[in-house]
């Protein structure tokens, strides 16, 4: 049984369909990989941005160095062994503005901070603040703090926190964070000043007590704020090389005694 020819023939109308096709499939094949291509590009470089900017704390999404703003507060020396190491502004296209202080020896890790918020447009008050210290005691690891009781100071209450899974708890750096009337003013930061537990909370209560308001003139919430702080003011006495004296309890201490 013979079979039938095929038949080789083939309109050129159709053959020229034929190569537009190929020729759209190939463009449209080598778009969709370009477009993919920039994709991960895009994802490999937020995965770097995020890690950069949880390395190191101090660089604080949306806030960049302003090198040319002057210290709106100060804090007088913890120890004359520890000098302030530096002090550093970083301002918020929208308005917000945060002085951060350190203080260590020279050349070394850094055993305090103390950072001083003036929200602008850009604060969101459903983001903890507790977020953003828990990366700057943690080095940029993501952390929840734990609870680590409170202590009496000039400007109140202040809540104490302490990172999770700590061996020693009473060897543990302290942070701690409060919010100030309608989010005028937060101040946080930590501190791994003391050998004991009740030392590291009378550290950052004397911390507290030496912060004072440099120039708040065109800030009268601001203002009343530090000026009611100052008539509370009861002073920490002395170095933090520690007196037992500093200490009323052991898990609530209140500074007795003048600066």
Request: charged share 20%.
């Amino acid at each position: 049984m013979q079979s039938h020819p095929k038949n080789h023939f083939i309109h050129p109308a159709l053959a020229n369909l034929a190569d537009e096709c190929s020729a759209t499939l190939a463009r449209l094949l080598a778009y969709v990989g370009t477009l993919a291509l920039f994709v991960i590009i895009g994802v490999h470089a937020w995965d770097q941005f995020q890690i950069n900017t949880a390395a190191d704390p101090a660089v604080q999404p949306g806030f960049t160095p302003a090198l040319r703003s002057r210290p709106a507060f100060a804090v007088s020396s913890l120890d004359p062994l520890e000098k302030s190491e530096s002090y550093e502004i970083f301002r918020h296209p929208a308005g917000g503005r945060k002085d951060v202080l350190h203080w260590g020896p020279p050349g070394e890790k850094p055993v305090a901070e103390l950072e001083i918020y003036r929200p602008g447009g850009e604060f969101d008050g459903s983001d903890p603040a507790t977020r953003d210290l828990a990366l700057r005691m943690a080095e940029g690891r993501r952390e929840v703090l734990e609870a680590a009781g409170v202590i009496e100071t000039k400007f109140g209450t202040i809540a104490l926190f302490r990172r999770p899974g700590r061996i020693d708890p009473a060897k543990s750096c302290l942070g701690f964070s409060r919010s100030f009337g309608d989010s005028i003013l937060q101040i946080s930061g930590w501190s791994c000043q003391g050998t004991t537990l009740p030392t590291r909370r009378a550290a950052i209560a004397c911390m507290l007590d030496r912060l004072t308001s440099l120039a708040s003139g065109n800030e009268p919430r601001l203002a009343e704020l530090f000026a009611r702080a100052e008539l509370r003011r009861s002073g920490c006495g002395g170095p933090l090389s520690i007196s037992a004296d500093w200490v009323a309890r052991a898990e609530n201490p209140h500074l007795r005694g003048p600066l």
